[in-house]
């Protein structure tokens, strides 16, 4: 197995700009979810997924859109890029959220300029 | 809000030694999550406690969960220099489907 994938690795975009982060697994987990991480700010909850079909929002969902049309991707598009979206991205996944582990891709460092 | 706020912020010790870093947290949970983080790498789950426990063993970890203060502990013994990441501890949030994490202990662990 995989694990969780997430690409692209780096990316640099201007303000205005709009781009998808990608998302897969390979261990046939229902949750997904979308974080970002600020320094001295732990991880936020952006948007989560409960299984294909299903969305909704987390702690801080505004400028971002999610969709879930099958069980292993989940890709998290920035609609207008601006610089406060300038960020590590972690896409993660688990069988369920709670009692169970989560996994967690590698990161996606996002600078908007 | 963030849930979980972990103490300290940093924590330097040298390799050898038992580092210990705390997490308190507000409201009720029945589970509460420890994950480390190298620099530049995703994160990597530890342990799992549960409410009903008070005290769980890995390895070289060693969890306390007091539901009573609202607060977790996690113990690395005998520290090396790998052990040097981020620790966080997570606890559920919401409809229990979402984990709240807390902005981290920087360990680092000296040689």
């Known amino acids: 197995n995989a694990g969780v994938t997430q690409t692209p690795k780096f990316q640099v975009l201007k303000t205005g700009q709009s781009m998808t982060l990608q998302c897969a697994q390979d261990?046939?987990?229902?949750?997904m979810s979308w974080y970002r991480q600020d320094p001295g700010m732990g991880l936020r909850l952006i948007h989560y997924s409960v299984g294909a079909g299903i969305t909704d929002q987390g702690e801080v969902p505004n400028g971002y859109n999610v969709s879930r049309s099958t069980t292993e991707d989940f890709p998290l598009r920035l609609l207008s890029a601006a610089p406060s979206q300038t960020s590590v991205y972690f896409c993660?996944?688990?069988?369920?959220?709670?009692?169970?582990?989560?996994?967690f891709g590698e990161g996606s460092w996002l600078t908007v300029v | 809000s963030q849930q979980g706020e972990e103490d300290p912020q940093a924590l330097s010790i040298q390799e050898g030694e038992n580092a210990t870093m705390n997490c308190s947290y507000k409201?009720?949970?029945?589970?509460l999550q420890w994950y480390r983080q190298n620099s530049g790498r995703g994160l990597v789950h530890l342990i799992l406690i549960r409410s009903n426990e008070r005290e769980k063993h890995s390895g070289r970890l060693r969890v306390t969960l007091d539901t009573s203060k609202k607060s977790s502990s996690l113990l690395i013994t005998a520290s090396r220099a790998a052990d040097t990441a981020s620790y966080f501890c997570a606890t559920p949030r919401g409809s229990a489907r979402q984990l709240t994490f807390g902005s981290g202990t920087q360990l680092t662990v000296l040689p």
């Open positions: 409201t009720s949970i029945n589970n």
């Open positions: 261990m046939n987990h229902e949750y």
């Open positions: 993660a996944s688990s069988l369920e959220s709670s009692g169970n582990t989560i996994y």
